[in-house]
């Protein structure tokens, strides 16, 4: 199974994810924290980088999963 491990702001309301093989996946609609599995709104920065997120979308941390977005909520 393929491991997200960059992602970055897509056209509106979108986030594009790239895995380890290099694919792009498009996650759009549903809300922000779900297109970030991201579910505490975390902000880039040291908090959020040390936790493993992987980019930016809008002006929140994008996370590879739902799972890493959670324990990172978690630390602060």
Known sequence: MSRYVHARQ???NTVIYTDDK????????GDRTW???NPGNL?????SKRNGAIGVAGRFAVFPDYETGHQGMLTI
Do not use: T
Request: no cysteine; proline share 11%; glycine share 22%.
């Open 22 to 29: 290099g694919e792009e996946w498009l996650f759009s609609g």
């Open 35 to 37: 297109r970030n599995n």
């Open 43 to 47: 902000v880039p920065g040291n908090v």
């Open 10 to 12: 897509g056209p509106k």
